[in-house]
Structures are given as structure tokens and as C-alpha cells.
Nanobody, 123 residues
């Protein structure tokens, strides 16, 4: 019933930019915090960024601070990740995920996940 669908991943040269999108259905979108995770081959899945229910609070992994910007449009049930100054180490499968309660803090899990979109940054 709940469905998260990512789009926007592609091959890009180092230093370039991409914008990822994630469209949600089957849930009340503003009841959920939303986050982007990524996983590269042979590595653990890491949280890249999170945004609370309203968009008023965000957090970022240190590896992307100053380069990536997370945002959401609750009227469109859509999450975004603007990725600038891309580096080869950003190459990964990127997933969006949702967390009921609306906050990026606390210890609860992200319950719903998308299928992923591949970002490849060439050197």
C-alpha cells in the first residue's frame, strides 16, 4: 500500500549536480519525517540527510554538508535531494525512507523504503 518511488539518479562527472526526487503514496505525508540513505558496493547503508514533517528541521551527514540540500513539498508528497559538487565517493544507490512521528531525532526506525536510484560520479 505504501509506496516510495525515487528518480533522478544517473551518470554524472565529478563536480556536477543532480536532483533526486522521491514521490510517496499510501500515507499521510506530513505525518512522516523523510530521509535519504545511500549504499555503495561493499559498504554499510548510511543516512545522508533527514527532514522533519514540515521541512523546518534538517540534518546532514558530515560527508555531504555544504554540498547537498534536502527539501520537501508536502502538497506534492515529494522529497528532494539537491546534490552539488559531486565526488566519486558519492557513487551509490540512493534510497528514500519514511519515519512515522515527524521527527528526525529519537531512536525509531524508518519503516518504509523506496526501490533506490543509482548515482554514479565519474572521475
Amino acid at each position: 500500500e505504501v509506496q516510495l518511488v525515487e528518480s533522478g539518479g544517473e551518470l554524472v562527472q565529478a563536480g556536477g549536480s543532480l536532483r533526486l526526487s522521491c514521490t510517496a503514496s499510501g500515507l499521510t505525508f506530513d505525518d512522516y519525517a523523510m530521509a535519504w540513505f545511500r549504499q555503495a558496493p561493499g559498504k554499510e547503508r548510511d543516512r545522508v540527510s533527514c527532514i522533519n514533517w514540515s521541512g523546518g528541521a534538517t540534518d546532514y551527514d558530515d560527508s555531504v554538508k555544504g554540498r547537498f540540500t534536502i527539501s520537501r513539498d508536502n502538497a506534492k508528497n515529494t522529497l528532494y535531494l539537491q546534490m552539488n559538487s559531486l565526488k566519486p565517493e558519492d557513487t551509490a544507490m540512493y534510497y528514500c525512507a519514511s519515519r512515522w512521528g515527524g521527527s528526525c531525532g529519537g531512536m525509531s526506525n524508518f519503516e518504509y523504503w523506496g526501490q533506490g536510484t543509482q548515482v554514479t560520479v565519474s572521475s
